[in-house]
């Protein structure tokens, strides 16, 4: 049990005392980092949640001693350095889209390197799956790795709007996966300790970034997120359908603003107000109250994860699918009807 406990609340405790620190300095210079087009919050909180979560993930890892630095994880550890390097120089200046995405496949071929890889590709919720360890699979893999990770990197980059609701999507992401790592047929304790190390990362930051928030994440922090869960998804042996499933409000929102942009003629990549949280605002919902509901749907869908078998995960996604569609038209038209009054 402590083995499980001491790494939890290292990594909060961790957290907490940097980011006290990092605001300590950042307020002494008077920087709060540069006013993103994407987050509700216009310059009220200091930008400096992901530089102290990704310090102290990596603190936790070192200090830890029931965790071997195994090649892989010092992959990992590495390409958090380069999130951290990109993100950091976008909060306090924007970056522009191609250097983003540049520093995001580069993390990606960093732990590709290092040994983090996608060894089989299941072609069909009924089984079959094909093996990507040789040859023209590991071409397939490598990109398979950073599609995964650039698609997790920027759901979770683009879902952070609001307070609170990226640190809590991702809190549940982690949690799942450490659920996972303890059941007999999986036994991954290392796993378990880097999801419990990341959970308490995550909690220690939702404390100060909840609504109304003091600290933010900024790019450094939404980005790291997003990466840890991609990275830690394939680090418990490809359970990649099991982060699908419970990350599909971010991933859906995600495709779905993408195909918003490009049906109307702009940059993908430039911020807009299209995501659900955003429609959810114009409805008059508060901050807290969309952040309480995706935590609810993301709840759930993290329990039919970790009960079901690929058929009943394939099935889950595709009605959360359909649902999220479908709610998305009806808030537009609802919104577009209330303009037009």
């Known amino acids: 049990m402590m083995k499980y406990l001491v790494p939890f609340v290292t990594a909060l405790i961790f957290t907490a005392l940097f980011i006290f620190l990092l605001k300590f300095a950042a307020n002494n210079v008077r920087w709060r980092g540069r006013v993103s087009g ?31 630095i195994s090649v892989q994880l010092f992959g990992v550890m590495l390409a958090s350095m380069v999130i951290l390097v990109i993100g950091v120089w976008d909060d306090v200046r924007e970056v522009f889209w191609k250097t983003q995405f540049f520093y995001q496949v580069a993390a990606a071929i960093i732990v590709f390197i290092f040994g983090l890889r996608i060894y089989g590709l299941l072609i069909s919720p009924f089984g079959g799956i094909i093996h990507l360890t040789a040859g023209i699979g590991i071409i397939v893999s490598v990109f398979l790795v950073i599609f995964w990770i650039v698609l997790l990197i920027n759901s979770m980059n683009w879902l ?16 799942t996966i ?63 359908a099991t982060a699908i499933l419970v990350l599909s409000l971010p991933i859906i929102d995600f495709v779905w603003v993408i195909g918003e942009r490009m049906r109307r003629g702009k940059s993908i990549f430039k911020a807009d107000r299209n995501h659900l949280h955003y429609k959810l605002m114009e409805l008059g919902w508060s901050q807290r109250k ?22 009943g995960k394939s099935i889950t996604l595709f009605a959360t699918v359909a649902i999220m569609m479908g709610a998305l038209i009806f808030i537009n038209k609802k919104l577009d009807h209330k303009q037009k009054n």
């Open 38 to 68: 994407r987050h509700i919050n216009k310059g009220n909180a200091f930008r400096v949640g992901g530089i102290a979560m990704i310090i102290a993930f990596n603190l936790s890892i070192l200090l830890n001693p029931d965790l071997f």
């Open 160 to 175: 952070d709007g609001i307070d609170g609701l990226s640190g809590g999507i991702f809190f549940i992401g982690a949690i």
């Open 178 to 240: 450490f659920i996972l790592s303890l059941r007999p047929e999986v036994n991954q304790p290392p796993v378990a300790i880097l999801a419990l190390i990341l959970s308490g990362v995550t909690l220690s930051f939702l404390i100060f970034n909840f609504y109304p928030s003091i600290v933010i994440a900024g790019t450094s922090g939404s980005m790291f997120m997003g990466f840890a869960l991609a990275a830690l998804a394939i680090f418990a042996g490809t359970k990649v």
């Open 290 to 311: 969309i952040a309480l509901y995706f935590y609810s749907i993301t709840i759930m869908l993290a329990i039919v994860a970790l009960n079901t078998r690929v058929i």
